[in-house]
């Protein structure tokens, strides 16, 4: 099942069939909302909102464990995180898509593993995530290719489909939060090679790697970084943009429902092969 991971300003799905809403509680706390279960032309899909309901979780505070072993216990085992970004390069212009196909990490303060050793918890089950967990194992995943291939290759095809502006790949650079960045840090972010900058990113792609689930981050460029705009950045306009994009990003994430091959051929579900230590 497909699991979609909704970022600033988006909350909910509408116009798709609703079939429950799951409270759930995991070993690593509450994730940040209930579960929806919903069915788009007899498929389920799962949602939840990363920043919760009311958008009450500031992104270095997201319960993003919580949020990713939610998902695995109501059967996902794909996901589609849509967020806002910031525009680095200079190519990217307000409003446009980009799939994401790597990452950068500066973030500070969060839990970006659920394999923590002799402190990790024990979880029910008994496939290989729960007995790397049972038996305090020390795991290192391999992120050579964090975004799984075959899913940006859909999100691809549906965005040149529909003719959306859009770029193929994007490096993205997470940020520790909640502040914007200072004009220094995004100099510093677009020498590394960086093409957008948000705060959710991180350590959402990896954690859903952790638990063998492919992952593809669908971004929305909201406005130019700190420095590039040229004036004083606010919420309000990251808000503000994605609300104008809700009814794009809606006919991309049904469609990409509908045309997501139920095989997986991507190789992400053996992540755990030769991680043990």
């Known amino acids: 099942m497909l699991g979609i991971i909704g970022g600033s300003g988006i909350y909910k799905l509408e116009g798709i069939k609703v079939l429950e809403e799951k409270e759930i509680k995991t070993p690593f706390g509450e994730p940040s909302s209930p579960?929806?279960?919903?069915?788009?032309?007899?498929?389920?899909?799962?949602?939840?909102?990363?920043h919760g309901k009311g958008h009450k979780y500031p992104p270095h505070l997201v319960p993003y464990r919580a949020n990713l072993w939610a998902l695995r216990e109501v059967g996902?085992?794909?996901?589609?995180?849509?967020?806002?970004?910031?525009?680095?390069?200079?190519?990217?212009?307000?409003?446009?898509?980009?799939?994401?196909?790597?990452?950068?990490?500066?973030?500070?303060?969060?839990?970006?593993?659920?394999?923590?050793?002799?402190?990790?918890?024990?979880?029910?089950?008994?496939d290989e995530v729960a007995r790397?967990?049972?038996?305090?194992?020390?795991?290192?995943?391999?992120?050579?290719?964090?975004?799984?291939?075959?899913?940006?290759?859909?999100?691809?095809?549906?965005?040149?489909?529909?003719?959306?502006?859009?770029?193929?790949?994007?490096?993205?650079?997470?940020?520790?939060?909640?502040?914007?960045?200072?004009?220094?840090?995004?100099r510093m972010l677009e020498k590394l090679g960086a093409d957008i900058v948000g705060m959710t990113g991180y350590p959402e792609v990896v954690l859903a790697r952790e638990l063998t689930m492919c992952y593809a981050s669908l971004c929305v460029v909201a406005n130019p970084a700190a420095g590039i705009a040229g004036y004083r950045l606010t919420s309000n306009e990251v808000i503000n943009l994605m609300k104008q994009k809700e009814e794009e990003i809606k006919e991309i994430v049904v469609e990409f429902?509908?045309?997501?091959?139920?095989?997986?051929?991507?190789?992400?579900?053996?992540?755990?092969?030769g991680a043990e230590v």
Do not use: W
């Open 35 to 50: 579960v929806v279960i919903a069915e788009v032309e007899g498929k389920k899909v799962a949602f939840l909102a990363r």
């Open 76 to 126: 996902v085992n794909r996901v589609l995180g849509i967020s806002a970004v910031g525009g680095i390069n200079k190519l990217l212009l307000p409003g446009d898509f980009v799939v994401v196909d790597d990452f950068l990490d500066f973030t500070k303060s969060r839990k970006s593993t659920f394999y923590e050793g002799i402190y990790s918890p024990n979880v029910e089950g008994n």
């Open 257 to 273: 429902i509908k045309k997501l091959p139920e095989e997986r051929t991507c190789g992400c579900n053996k992540v755990l092969e």
């Open 132 to 186: 790397l967990l049972n038996e305090k194992k020390v795991v290192h995943i391999d992120v050579t290719q964090a975004y799984c291939p075959q899913m940006r290759e859909v999100l691809i095809q549906i965005l040149q489909g529909k003719g959306f502006r859009h770029h193929r790949k994007g490096v993205y650079a997470c940020t520790e939060g909640p502040r914007f960045e200072t004009p220094a840090e995004i």
